[in-house]
């Protein structure tokens, strides 16, 4: 599925924005990354934003901010 470009900008606006907040907050907005991602039927990205916030849920913050780089950029190639 061609996801619409403002969709693409939201997820990437929403995983900018996991740079502040607490743990809680930070892991609520890449469930809604994975959310969305699951809605746009990209099942292989929606799968590695699972890994990444497992990942944050351990403490493995060289894997989270790998994670979330590789997220921002396939997402930004889905435009």
Not at 1 to 20: G, H, Q
Not at 24 to 47: G, H, N, P, R, Y
């Amino acid at each position: 599925m061609k996801a619409a470009p403002d969709r693409i900008d939201v997820l990437l606006s929403t995983l900018n924005a996991t740079d502040v907040g607490t743990l809680d907050s930070i892991a609520a907005k890449m469930e809604q990354v994975k959310s969305e991602l699951v809605a746009l039927e990209e099942t292989e990205l929606a799968a590695r934003a699972d890994l990444t916030l497992a990942a944050l849920a351990r403490g493995d913050m060289a894997e989270w901010k790998r994670g979330r780089a590789f997220l921002q950029s396939k997402i930004g190639h889905l435009r």
